[in-house]
Structure formats: structure tokens, C-alpha cells
């Protein structure tokens, strides 16, 4: 079979994947690796899953591997955080059968918190790396990257970023190799990581090390492409791409697929006889100081020129008009027109949302403190709701909340209140370790858990509550308030976040109480695929719609104040988008006027 | 030499199809293709971009660089003027006449700006094309996309290729002959 397909690079790690013959794979959702997962559930022959949180997804891949199977985890970079724990230890011991973590880079940061460069971590856990530039290096090199696991005894890193995720290219498919399943024997002193084993493999892995800088040299992942210039350049990822735009056939080319350890001879080798070498490497400058190091520094540009300046961003993405600006010095002419006429167009909470009517509340709530999460529920940061003071990462909404509140209640007389707000799947990932620790240390800090019954921000991916599991098989459903109760919490409240009042008199209730308490609002994305528990607890969700009674508005605009995209005021009264408006009825419940009618409470 | 499409947009019209069916149709007309898109936050109402760059020869970047788009085809237009730095110096703008208002104009902060098509108009090769009334007339207005999708192949000259195969591997059966015509609605337009 020879087939060229359309890929993007995600589909084509999930490809290689299945090519491969791993039989384990296991994700948290994050953009931009999401889809690597949701493809790989597609193929029966794997098993595949979504774990709570990226560091039990790598644990139980790391099982599986030990188990005797090809196994796999992605995540995006600031996934790799929480999963560092047992990477750095799997570094030392291997697994069995194969084992290949992706980590999903974000230069520019489209859809994260931080720009962390993640091929740190390669070298921070002393394990191999790759860094494919397009959908076919995405497969070929998810493929042989199995392969290097299990001759070296090691974890395998893919490092990919948001243009390799969510670019297409063409890729030839090949038929997936049915791997055996490798028979587990009881090797304590490789798996039992006690100080004394982990001393004898520490002295492996850099025997490890020492075997992959030679491979380095000599593989066909990096290689030079020589077009007799005297300018060269250096680049890994996606940038070689972005280079070769600019430089065409004028540069010679080092390309570093296999980008740990570096190819310090090849580099050595293709510095010989240049006048000028370009390193074009997206966030730090890894690439650049290896150069550095050769002994290079006075014909070298990257983040920095020879004289120390300045020279390729430090940060942001490397696209070739980027680069282009910084080689020839000339500011691409900006075209001349009327740039008033750009209106920002922020994200914002759909129509319908069910986090709304909950921030529409607390945002107005000015003796509190919220400690926001990441995701969707994030835009109560935003206008018109500013309803959230901090936020950093999964699960520090809680904990957050909980030393905040310490802090504050070390001044006599402290009455502001602390409120934590995450969602659902937020909570699975790492929320639950936060709210016992509140619990634990006699905080009284209010949680507040948005349950949308699914992970809503990377696409709607199943979650430990929902019932179903990443390949659409029923599960167990994890019950929250259960969880909570379990964890010492005793005052718990159950809401439909869409009534107003019934949310203001739940937050009244748990400012009042002296010890944590936890609101769980809960109601279905307005995106939400509704499963059958779905439309059994909610037969009438989002079947109404609701409609403004022009005479009786007086176009006072308080129902903007919901930021609902499907509202807006036309010829000074409120007019509602009825392709749009789902019938949560949260501007009706804010018009002063009762001029909105329909829909259901 | 590379040909650069843009195609932007708001999250919920579109673009995402359109983008993959002319990909495909470039793919079996041998072209080296790649396409990059930002889609993270689209679905709350932010912006789209696909970017599709083509090539009988290889194409490296899946990133249209500012400045270089042979075609910008907007979905909605304010859209337009957003990614007007990319088009290049004599490029061509299709811009359908319809406004989506992001949140700070629905919640009353701002209006949505006046005379864009006029602005277009006065700084590029603007056609302006009524995508939805087009869409209305030839039965289903969620065919825009179709539309425009025709505007980009009837302006960058590749009728040859079998879009109805593409759109029949593609599409629904009972929406097959509906897309069909918008497409060719879309390139009747572009001339």
C-alpha cells in the first residue's frame, strides 16, 4: 500500500503510533497536542485513553510499557510539568516494550499560560529527543522513536509545537507491524528505584548517553545540505522550514531532527569554512550555545549577534517574514489604511454558556477574592464580568485560594472571602489534592466546581464524570459531590448556575458559613453532545429560546452586562440573535423590566 | 513559485471545511501543499485563519508570511481589514458583506466600524461578494462557505480540478448537489 494523505502533524503522530504497533496510549487533553489522543482512539487496535491528569497518563503508559506493550503518552508542554515526576525517574529505569512521550510546545503562545521551551527537559532528564519539522518527520519519526526506546532501554521525548500540531502536509501511509507482547520478568533492581538501584542506573544512563551522541552524529535525522555558500544555517522543528523560505538555495543547511544529544561533530563539521551561520531555533537558545561552544561565537546569529546584541526574537514564533526583518534589517512596509476600523474580537463565553449566570453573579460581589483555573471558565476574567483576580495553573484555583485566604486572615478584622473556581475536569486533573488540603490544614476557603459534564475548553473530551470513556465505551461516573464529602468537606450545595437568585443565595450561604464549603454548579455545555444521562436529567436544555418584548424595553442595557454574544442593542432597545439564544434565560432574569420573555429557568 | 491563500474568519462559518476541500483538490492536482491553521479559541467567537500555501515545486513553510497573499478571502468583513498586511502588493481581496460583532460591540462598548467595504475598496482589489444572499438564493444559507470556497477557485484559475469527487468524499449525500452549485455560484462571482 502506498498512500499519500493530507495530515496534520497530530493525525501523523497518531498514525505513526498505530503504524508502530503500540498497543497503550494515554493523554491529558491540552491544545495543542489534544488531537494526537482523539485520533489514536479512533484505531480499535489500541488501547487508549484520557487519564485525569498528565502525570498519571505517563504512569500508566510507563506500566504498560513495563507490562510488555509499545506504549505512548502526549501532553502539552505545560502538561510535561505536571507529568516531570515520573519522567525523570522513567529516564533511569526504561520500560520494557517501547515508551515515546510527545510534548506540545507553544512558541506564541496561541492557546497557554507560558512559553516554556520543553527541549530543556530533554537534557534536565538526560533522555533522547526528536523534533520533527512536518506531518511526514511527525510519523517517521513517532515510529522509529519505538524503536530507539527499546534498543537503548530509554524514554523517547517527541517535542512538537503548535504549527507541526495543526499544520497540514502530505504523509505516505504504511501498514501498522503487530509488535508480540514482550513477556514481563521481575527485574527489581531495574524497576525498584531505591538509592541503591538508582545509583547503578545512573551510571547507565550515561553509558546511554554516550552511545546516543554518537548515533547523533551519524543518523539520518540530522543531516547537512550543502549548497556551497558560505552562510549557514543551523535550525530544528519547525524552523528549518521558516529558514529555508528566506535562505533558499544561498545557505548550506545543518537540519537537527534528533535534537538530544546534539550532533556536536556534525555541527563541528558543518561550521568548517562559513563566514556567517544562522541558529533559527523557536524560544531558547539550545541550539546556539552548543555553536557557542564549538567555539563559533564571532560568526554566529541568533537570539544574540556576535557583539552581543540582540538578533532573532528571544520569544513569540519564527516565522520567515520574522526572520526575514532580522536578516536584511528592513521592516516589511505596513500598508497604509484606516486601522480604526478593527474592533478587537476577544473570546468570549457562548451563548448559553453555563458559566454565565455564576459569573455574572460573582462578578458583582465586591467583598470576594476569586482564584480562577484554566479553562473556559478563565473569561470570567474578562469584561463585563472581571470577575476573577488570579490565575496560574490546573488546580491552583483551590489551593490558591486556600493560602490567600491564610494570608488575609492574618490581618484582625479580615472579612474578605476567598472563592476558588474551577471546572469539572479541572478538578479531576489536580483540584482534589488542593480542596484536601483546605480540609487537612482548617482552611475555610470557598470552592466552587463548574461541572459542565465535560472537558469544554480543548473540545469536549470525556472526563471521569461524564460516564464515557475516551473511545466511547459507558463507564463508571465519578460523582463530585460524593468526592467532596469524601474529602472532609461537610457543606456541599448542588446548582443550576442559570438561576440567578438561587446562585446568589448559595454564595450568600458560604460566605456565611466559618468553614469550607463548595458549590458545585452543575449544567451541560451549551456545546455538549448530550449523552443519554445528559437528556435524561435535562429533557428541555437549550430547546428555548428567548425573545425581547419591544415595548416594554426601555433600552436601559442592563442585559449586556450578562456578555452574551447573542444580545445586543439595536435602534436603543435589546434585540436578541435568534439563531444564537438557547433559552438560559440569564439576560431575562437581569432585565429590570421584564421585557425578555421565553425559555426556562 | 508558491501560491499564498488567506482565508479568515470568526469561529462557527466555515472556514475549516473550506480550507480542507481546497487542500484536497490541490493535493490531486499534484500540488505540494500545506496548510496551517489557528483555530484554539474559535469556537468562543475569536477569529480564524487558515493559512494554504501550493506549489508544483516543495513548499516549505505552512506560514504565509506578511505581505505575500495572492488571495484574501474574508468570511466576515472586519475580518478583512485585520489581515490586510498580509496581501500582497497587487494581490486580491474577496470579502463577503457580513458582519459577525465580537463582544465589544454586542455588550455596547463600540460600534461595529462603518465603511470597511469602502476602506477595502480605496487600499486593495476588492471584490465584494453577498455571500449570504447568494447562499439564500440557491437554498441553504450555510453553503457561504461553498461560496467563497468558489471565489478562491475561480480566482486563482483551478476549475480544472474535480471539485464534485472532493465534495462528494467530503460532504453529506443530501447536501452533495447544494454544495455543488455554490461552488460554481462562487466562481461565476470571482470573474
Redesign the interface.
Known amino acids: 500500500m502506498s498512500k ?1 494523505q ?1 495530515m496534520t502533524g497530530n493525525e501523523a503522530i497518531a498514525r505513526g503510533v498505530f503504524e508502530a504497533g503500540v498497543r497503550f496510549a494515554a493523554a491529558y487533553p491540552g ?2 497536542s489534544t488531537e494526537i489522543l482523539e485520533n489514536i482512539s479512533s484505531y480499535r487496535e489500541i488501547s487508549a485513553q484520557w487519564s485525569p491528569n498528565e502525570k498519571v497518563a505517563l504512569e500508566a503508559a510507563y506500566g504498560a510499557s513495563v507490562g510488555g506493550v509499545r506504549s505512548f503518552a502526549s501532553m502539552k508542554h505545560v502538561g510535561l510539568n505536571v507529568a516531570a515526576d515520573p519522567f525523570f525517574t522513567v529516564a533511569y529505569t526504561g520500560g520494557n516494550a517501547g515508551l515515546v512521550v510527545v510534548t506540545a510546545d507553544e512558541p506564541g503562545q ?2 497557554s499560560q507560558n512559553e516554556q521551551d520543553n527541549r530543556n527537559y530533554a537534557r534536565h532528564a538526560k533522555v533522547p529527543m526528536f523534533e520533527p519539522s ?1 506531518s511526514s518527520e511527525c510519523k517517521a519519526m513517532t515510529k522509529f522513536a519505538f524503536e530507539m526506546s527499546e534498543t537503548y532501554e530509554t524514554p523517547v521525548l517527541i517535542r512538537v509545537t ?2 507541526v500540531c ?5 504523509v505516505e501511509l504504511e501498514e501498522r507491524a503487530e509488535r508480540p507482547i514482550v513477556p514481563y520478568v521481575k527485574n527489581a533492581q531495574k524497576y525498584v528505584c531505591v538509592p541503591a538501584n538508582a545509583r547503578v542506573c545512573r551510571a547507565e544512563v550515561e553509558k546511554r548517553l554516550d552511545a546516543l551522541k554518537i548515533y547523533s552524529d551519524n543518523c539520518p535525522w540530522n543531516y547537512i545540505e550543502d549548497n556551497g555558500a558560505k552562510v549557514g544555517v543551523i535550525a530544528s522543528g519547525m524552523a ?3 529558514a ?2 528566506v535562505f533558499g538555495g544561498e545557505a548550506n543547511y545543518l537540519k537537527i531532527g534528533f535534537s538530544f544529544p546534539l550532533p556536536m561533530g556534525l555541527m563541528k563539521k558543518f561550521l568548517q569554512g562559513l563566514e556567517k551561520v544562522y541558529v533559527v531555533e523557536e524560544n531558547d537558545p539550545i541550539l546556539e550555545e552548543a555553536v557557542r561552544m564549538l567555539g563559533a561565537g564571532d560568526i554566529l546569529y541568533g537570539k544574540y549577534a556576535p557583539d552581543g546584541t540582540r538578533f532573532f526574537p528571544a520569544f513569540g ?1 519564527l ?3 520574522v526572520l ?1 526583518k532580522a536578516v536584511t534589517g528592513k521592516e ?19 451563548a448559553g454558556c453555563p458559566h454565565r449566570g455564576f459569573f455574572f453573579e460573582l462578578g458583582k460581589r465586591k467583598d470576594l477574592i476569586v482564584s480562577g483555573d484554566i479553562g ?1 471558565y478563565t ?1 470570567g476574567y474578562a ?2 464580568y472581571n470577575a476573577m483576580d488570579c490565575n496560574c495553573c490546573m488546580g491552583a484555583s483551590v489551593s490558591g485560594a486556600n493560602g490567600i485566604q491564610k494570608a488575609l486572615d492574618m490581618v484582625e478584622g479580615n472579612t474578605k472571602r476567598v472563592v476558588g473556581v474551577l471546572g469539572d475536569s479541572t478538578f479531576f486533573h489536580s483540584g482534589m489534592t488542593s480542596l484536601l488540603d483546605i480540609v487537612y490544614n482548617k482552611g475555610n476557603a470557598i470552592t466552587v466546581i463548574l461541572d459542565n459534564r465535560i472537558t469544554g475548553m480543548t ?1 469536549h473530551q470525556q472526563n471521569p464524570g461524564t460516564g464515557f470513556t475516551a473511545q466511547g465505551e459507558e463507564t463508571k461516573i465519578v460523582n463530585i459531590e460524593g468526592i467532596v464529602r469524601a474529602l472532609g468537606i461537610e457543606h456541599v450545595r448542588v446548582i443550576d448556575p442559570n438561576d440567578l437568585k438561587l446562585v446568589r443565595e448559595t454564595l450568600d450561604w458560604a460566605v456565611s458559613l466559618k468553614e469550607p464549603s463548595v458549590i458545585i454548579t452543575r449544567y451541560p455545555c451549551v ?1 455538549k453532545k448530550m449523552s443519554l444521562y445528559d437528556k435524561n436529567e435535562w429533557p428541555d436544555a437549550y430547546k428555548e429560546k428567548c425573545e425581547v418584548e419591544t415595548e416594554k424595553c426601555i433600552g436601559c ?1 442592563a442585559c ?2 450578562s ?7 439595536k435602534d436603543k432597545k435589546a434585540f436578541i440573535d435568534k439563531t444564537m439564544c438557547v433559552g438560559c434565560t440569564v439576560c431575562k432574569q437581569i432585565c429590570p423590566k421584564a421585557a425578555i420573555k421565553g425559555g426556562q429557568v | 513559485m508558491t501560491k499564498n491563500i488567506l482565508l479568515v474568519g ?1 469561529g462557527g462559518q466555515g472556514t475549516i471545511l473550506a480550507s480542507k476541500i481546497l ?2 483538490g490541490l ?1 490531486k492536482a499534484n500540488y ?10 474559535s ?5 480564524v485563519t487558515s493559512h494554504i500555501r501550493y506549489s508544483k515545486e516543495k ?5 504565509i ?4 497573499a495572492d488571495v484574501l478571502v474574508a468570511f466576515e468583513k ?2 478583512a ?2 489581515y ?2 498580509y ?1 500582497k502588493e497587487g494581490g486580491k481581496v474577496f470579502v463577503n458583506d457580513f458582519e459577525i ?10 460600534e ?5 467595504l469602502e ?2 475598496k ?3 482589489d476588492t471584490t465584494v461578494i453577498e455571500a449570504d444572499k447568494e447562499a439564500e438564493k440557491i437554498g441553504n444559507s450555510k453553503v457561504m462557505n461553498m461560496i467563497l470556497l468558489g471565489t478562491i477557485i475561480g480566482s486563482m484559475h483551478l476549475t480544472e480540478i474535480d471539485w464534485d469527487t472532493i465534495l462528494s468524499e467530503n460532504v453529506k449525500p443530501q447536501f452533495l448537489e447544494l454544495n455543488k452549485l455554490a461552488i460554481r455560484r462562487g466562481i461565476e462571482l470571482a470573474r
Open positions: 499519500k493530507l491544545t495543542p496561541h492557546s512536518d503548535t504549527r495543526h499544520s497540514k502536509s502530505l528549518i522550514n521558516y529555508k523560505e514564533e516565522t520567515s517574514d526575514r516589511i512596509p505596513a500598508r497604509d489604511f484606516d486601522r480604526t476600523k478593527i474592533v478587537a474580537r476577544p473570546p468570549a463565553l457562548c473556559c473569561l469584561a463585563p473540545g456545546l442595557k449586556l452586562k456578555g452574551c454574544p447573542a444580545i445586543s442593542v | 470568526v487542500t484536497l493535493q505540494d501543499v500545506k496548510m496551517s491553521e489557528i483555530h484554539g479559541m469556537q468562543r467567537g475569536g477569529s513548499v516549505f513553510s505552512p506560514v508570511e506578511l505581505g505575500q472586519m475580518e481589514l485585520r490586510l498586511d496581501l460583532p465580537g463582544i465589544p460591540i454586542t455588550s455596547g462598548q463600540t461595529y466600524p462603518k465603511g470597511i476602506e477595502l480605496r487600499c486593495a
